[in-house]
């Protein structure tokens, strides 16, 4: 097979180095409690994966999805793969970036911010 295929390589330590971190992480699924759980996790340390295979930031990456999570409509699944790494651009996670860096206190303020949620 090495023979046939000239850009093949005779070993692989990459898939052995990226399967070493979900062995790892095996131990961590075990005490999801529940499968579900347990499958939340899993997708998540997937996308975390696949970002830094990427060579995306995950911390951006995530930004990026839960700022935009909400806009998708039940169902489709178009959009939901427009927002997987690689095919979405993380413009909005630097103008955000941007704008905490910019951001003052208030002046006069003494007491902590509460977040109450929002009010419709």
């Not at 427009?82 to 003494?110: F, H, N, S």
Request: aromatic fraction near 12%; include cysteine; charge should be positive.
């Amino acid at each position: 097979m090495f023979l046939d295929y000239y850009c093949a390589n005779g070993n692989n330590n990459r898939v052995e180095q990226m399967i070493h971190k979900w062995i790892i992480d095996y131990n961590n699924f075990l005490f999801c409690i529940t499968t579900t759980g347990a499958d939340i996790s899993a997708f998540f340390f997937s996308l975390i994966t696949s970002c830094r295979n990427l060579g995306i930031n995950p911390t951006d990456y995530l930004a990026h999805l839960f700022l935009n999570c909400n806009r998708i409509k039940n169902g489709d699944k178009e959009a939901w793969r427009a927002l997987l790494p690689g095919k979405c651009k993380l413009d909005d996670v630097i103008e955000l970036r941007k704008r905490i860096a910019e951001a003052k206190p208030l002046e006069g303020r003494t007491g902590p911010f509460v977040l109450r949620g929002c009010n419709n």
